[in-house]
């Protein structure tokens, strides 16, 4: 019986450690709305997505989402440029792609945060989203 009620007791416990394991605020639906429909280059769901992707390979509570919109909006401007729109929309399109051949309607569709968050560090290693990942590092780090 003693064993029983500590097994019972430890694992009560080991649960509630699991719990409040690192949940991340979800993006406020409005101001993510409101960044992507503003794009000039970008449809708003390529800004939704190039946004949720990016807030996967940082995730970091502390990191607010006008940081993020502000590292992410000079991407608007290349999706302007004709010599570097293509490459740059094909990298969006395998973000998509790899959601999609899990079974997903698109990355933003992935309702798993920690699935999403692997497949956004596994895309990253790629070497058109590598530089991507770099960039938008960098760019957190200094604003």
């Known amino acids: 019986m003693h064993c029983i009620r500590t097994r019972v007791i430890l694992a009560a416990a080991c649960s509630a ?8 605020p979800v993006l406020g639906a409005g101001a993510a709305d409101a960044w992507a429909a ?18 996967d390979l940082f995730p970091d509570d502390r990191l607010e ?14 999706a302007g440029d004709p010599q570097r729109r293509e490459p740059f929309l ?3 399109k395998q973000i998509d792609g790899a959601a ?8 933003v569709g992935v309702s798993h945060e920690d699935e ?8 990253a290693e790629g070497r058109s989203l590598r530089q991507f990942k ?6 957190l780090e200094t604003n």
Do not use: W
């Not at 450690?17 to 991340?24: A, G, H, Q, T």
């Not at 503003?38 to 807030?55: D, E, S, V, Y």
């Open 134 to 139: 770099k960039s938008v590092g960098q760019c």
């Open 116 to 123: 999403r968050i692997r497949l956004s560090q596994m895309l």
């Open 100 to 107: 999609m051949r899990m079974g997903y309607k698109d990355y």
């Open 90 to 92: 094909d990298s969006l």
């Open 17 to 24: 450690l699991l719990l409040p394991v690192s949940v991340r």
């Open 65 to 78: 989402e006008s940081k993020f919109t502000a590292c992410l909006t000079p991407y608007d401007a290349e």
């Open 38 to 55: 503003g794009l000039k280059n970008l449809t708003p769901a390529q800004g939704k997505t190039l946004l949720k992707f990016a807030r």
